[in-house]
């Protein structure tokens, strides 16, 4: 059987903006009619552009989180790695 879960979202805003409250935080949403730019509270940017009334559009989609994240080392690593750490670890220093 399924669970109920309880959502939160409030949203101020007009034809050219838009500012998202949720649980996790907030987000915004740029743009004119064809042209988008939005940021969610996840961290997820999307750009979208199309042609109005067609349902034709592109879509953008990346995640600043993750990006920023990209160029800082990871924890985990193979075995070899960790092997090769501990025998620097146990080497003594040269004197």
Do not use: C
């Amino acid at each position: 059987m399924a669970k109920w879960r309880m959502f939160f979202r409030r949203t101020i805003g007009n034809r050219y903006s838009r500012l998202n409250f949720t649980k996790r935080g907030f987000g915004y949403s740029l743009g004119l009619p064809g042209l988008r730019h939005s940021r969610h509270s996840t961290g997820r940017v999307t750009d979208t552009a199309g042609i109005p009334g067609s349902g034709l559009y592109w879509r953008r989609t990346t995640n600043i989180r993750n990006e920023r994240s990209a160029g800082r080392r990871q924890p985990g690593g193979s075995v070899e790695e960790a092997l090769a750490l501990s025998d620097e670890i146990d080497r003594e220093p040269e004197v």
